[in-house]
């Protein structure tokens, strides 16, 4: 494979503190945009099947070796023995599911953490256990599984707890994550005067008091590794932040994140924040300084790595970019420019990220979350390597380096003209399994086995099944909840001449089988009436997509909706302690788009569903603990 180069303006000289030149701020480490061979948008996943050599080059120096990953150091809570290496902590599984419709059930959330074990995140922010039952649950498993495999290499991610400062949801959070072989509680409090004024409504002796002897309780429980972070840093007075930093050092802190909570600063402002705190607390030789960017303003990567720049070695990031508004430091953004230019414009900083499995992890993500990337979306995006204008088709045909400044291959993406397996209808099981195990999909039997027969159903309509096709397959038949109500068949009848009609039947739980059938302005109108004739719970339809995953009049369907339960369903806010109501997405696919429709909105209400029960679960044993009624 053709080795591609990269080629930047002398923009600063690589040094560890803030750059003189500010022009080092505007430069595009934020938003690194990958291009294709071809015009067509690619979507196509493999995990791991390639090992690549690609050269990048800066300005000075046009003919560097190709990339190696450098050896991860060994883990110590509050010191890093390589100074140039940079943890990254991801919380999708916390920040990241505070997104509106972003909902994740247990299983979804293991099956995350484990792919970010893949990905080889340094620590897993895997939820908020004091939100719920099910939060703490989901925080343990994670725990007491992903927190215990250790590779060959001696890796094994750090399995981390959010709490507030208090006593409960800290001991709550220390419950979870304590049967993790490296447990970790993460800590924060308010420090702007807006929010100490208005939010907390306390001074700043107080909040500098309930901080010290938190992270103090913290440390008492037996957490060797706790974190601190003071909300809305980046309003933050100061010589306030000092203080407060610098008394939780003393109280036991081995991590300070420094939260721009909301997205105001600018790359220069914040990378000053970082210079500035290294310089002046008290005791920042024994912690770690980390980054944590919201992304208000769009500048979450470029700050994230303005601070890494100024001395921070961890940054909190999640896959996508998701999160809490506009969301949060995009990891595939943040490791990939650090993976680009660390050597040239950051010091030498590197990670110990694998990105030959961005690719998988931001579709999982995505399946599981039902939040579409946008298809200009840096790294993941579907037109991330797409060429369109003639002047780069003619500059790729020459030379791929002339607007590529990465392989796709080295994060996980491969070329549909470059797959070696065609699959078609005469295809077989160890076909089709080899080409799955390729793409990064380990199924057991029984996934096998139900895909393989949906395979074949698709075979027989097209001439040849596209690496796309099988990822829209595998994310419907793999990437469901857990089934509380299953699609049997379903019949319509539509057109211009009368109303839509719509006949379903659905199978419960117990495999009884229900029939209903209604009308409708629409097909699928009719449809989804049809189910919540069965399925009895109401709920609105909030939103409702559909994109055909391949060209053509015979590509399969994905159909993504998101609903909202009309009876209350809501839990905690991580960062407001405040009720919220939930939303649930669904995501179904098929060559027929009404099926594909139905298929999504029945996930949703299993998603639904299923969160009812578990909150009837705790609320039933909340209850027996509460009357001491034998269980």
């Known amino acids: 494979m053709a080795s591609s180069s990269i080629t930047s303006p002398n923009l600063t000289s690589p040094s560890f503190g803030i750059p003189s030149n500010p022009a080092f701020y505007l430069s595009p480490l934020s938003s690194l945009h990958l291009r294709t061979y071809h015009h067509r948008p690619v979507s196509l996943i493999t995990a791991g099947k390639f090992r690549l050599s690609c050269s990048l080059s800066d300005s000075s120096s046009p003919h560097l070796p190709p990339h190696s990953p450098r050896r991860r150091p060994e883990y110590t809570p509050n010191r890093i023995s390589d100074p140039n290496y940079v943890r990254v902590f991801d919380t999708t599984l916390r920040d990241g599911e505070q997104s509106p419709g972003a909902t994740l059930t247990s299983k979804e959330k293991l099956d995350i953490a484990r792919q970010l074990a893949k990905l080889g995140v340094d620590i897993i922010e895997a939820g908020f256990p004091a939100a719920s039952k099910d939060d703490f649950e989901a925080v343990k498993t994670i725990a007491e599984t992903v927190g215990n495999t250790v590779d060959e290499n001696g890796y094994v991610p750090v399995i981390c707890g959010l709490s507030r400062c208090n006593k409960k949801d800290i001991e709550t959070a220390w419950e979870a994550v304590k049967y993790a072989k490296r447990p970790r509680i993460h800590t924060f409090i308010a420090t702007s005067d807006i929010h100490l004024k208005y939010k907390l409504k306390k001074s700043k002796e107080e909040v500098i008091e309930i901080a010290r002897n938190m992270v103090r309780f913290a440390r008492s429980l037996?957490?060797?590794?706790?974190?601190?972070?003071?909300?809305?840093?980046?309003?933050?007075?100061?010589?306030?932040?000092?203080?407060?930093?610098?008394?939780?050092?003393?109280?036991?802190?081995?991590?300070?994140?420094?939260?721009?909570?909301?997205?105001?600063?600018?790359?220069?402002?914040?990378?000053?924040?970082?210079?500035?705190?290294?310089?002046?607390?008290?005791?920042?030789?024994?912690?770690?300084?980390?980054?944590?960017?919201?992304?208000?303003?769009?500048?979450?990567?470029?700050?994230?790595?303005?601070?890494?720049?100024?001395?921070?070695?961890?940054?909190?990031?999640?896959?996508?970019?998701?999160?809490?508004?506009?969301?949060?430091?995009?990891?595939e953004e943040v490791v990939m420019a650090i993976k680009c230019r660390g050597d040239h414009v950051l010091g030498g900083l590197y990670t110990g990220i694998d990105t030959r499995h961005i690719v998988m992890t931001s579709k999982m993500v995505e399946e599981y979350t039902g939040m579409q990337t946008q298809p200009h979306k840096a790294i993941v995006g579907a037109n991330a390597f797409a060429h369109e204008s003639g002047i780069h088709q003619d500059g790729m045909l020459k030379h791929?380096?002339?607007?590529?400044?990465?392989?796709?291959?080295?994060?996980?993406?491969?070329?549909?003209?470059?797959?070696?397996?065609?699959?078609?209808?005469?295809?077989?099981?160890?076909?089709?399994?080899?080409?799955?195990?390729e793409l990064g999909y380990e199924l057991n039997d029984e996934q096998l086995s139900n895909l393989f027969w949906r395979f074949k159903t698709v075979a027989e309509q097209k001439k040849?099944?596209?690496?796309?096709?099988?990822?829209?397959?595998?994310?419907?038949?793999?990437?469901?909840?857990?089934?509380?109500?299953?699609?049997?068949?379903?019949?319509?009848?539509?057109?211009?001449?009368?109303?839509?009609?719509?006949?379903?039947?659905?199978?419960?739980?117990?495999?009884?089988?229900?029939?209903?059938?209604?009308?409708?302005?629409?097909?699928?109108?009719?449809?989804?009436?049809?189910?919540?004739?069965?399925?009895?719970?109401?709920?609105?339809?909030?939103?409702?997509?559909?994109?055909?995953?391949?060209?053509?009049?015979?590509?399969?369907?994905?159909t993504r909706v998101l609903i909202r339960g009309d009876n209350n369903y809501s839990s905690t806010n991580a960062v407001t302690g405040e009720s919220v109501q939930r939303t649930f997405s669904g995501a179904g696919a098929g060559m027929d788009i009404v099926v594909s429709s139905v298929k999504a909105y029945v996930g949703a209400l299993n998603k639904m569903l299923g969160f009812k029960e578990r909150s009837f679960s705790t609320l039933s044993k909340t209850t027996l603990e509460t009357n001491k009624v034998p269980a």
């Open 400 to 437: 791929k380096g002339t607007y590529e400044i990465m392989c796709p291959e080295e994060i996980g993406l491969e070329r549909s003209n470059e797959a070696g397996i065609v699959l078609g209808k005469l295809s077989g099981r160890h076909a089709l399994r080899d080409r799955l195990n």
């Open 464 to 558: 040849r099944v596209t690496d796309a096709d099988l990822i829209a397959l595998v994310s419907d038949e793999v990437f469901q909840p857990e089934a509380v109500w299953k699609l049997l068949d379903m019949q319509i009848t539509c057109g211009t001449l009368g109303l839509s009609t719509s006949t379903v039947k659905l199978a419960d739980s117990d495999g009884k089988e229900h029939v209903a059938c209604s009308i409708g302005t629409g097909p699928v109108d009719a449809a989804y009436k049809a189910v919540d004739l069965i399925v009895k719970e109401p709920a609105t339809l909030l939103e409702y997509s559909m994109n055909a995953v391949t060209e053509g009049i015979d590509a399969i369907a994905t």
């Open 222 to 331: 037996g957490c060797q590794d706790v974190e601190f972070s003071p909300e809305d840093a980046g309003r933050s007075e100061r010589e306030y932040l000092y203080e407060i930093l610098g008394e939780v050092i003393k109280a036991g802190a081995t991590t300070l994140n420094i939260p721009d909570t909301v997205g105001i600063t600018l790359p220069s402002e914040f990378g000053q924040l970082i210079a500035d705190i290294k310089a002046n607390t008290p005791g920042n030789q024994n912690v770690i300084i980390s980054t944590h960017c919201q992304n208000d303003l769009g500048l979450s990567t470029a700050n994230t790595l303005a601070g890494a720049h100024s001395g921070a070695r961890q940054v909190e990031v999640t896959i996508n970019g998701i999160g809490e508004r506009a969301g949060n430091a995009s990891l």
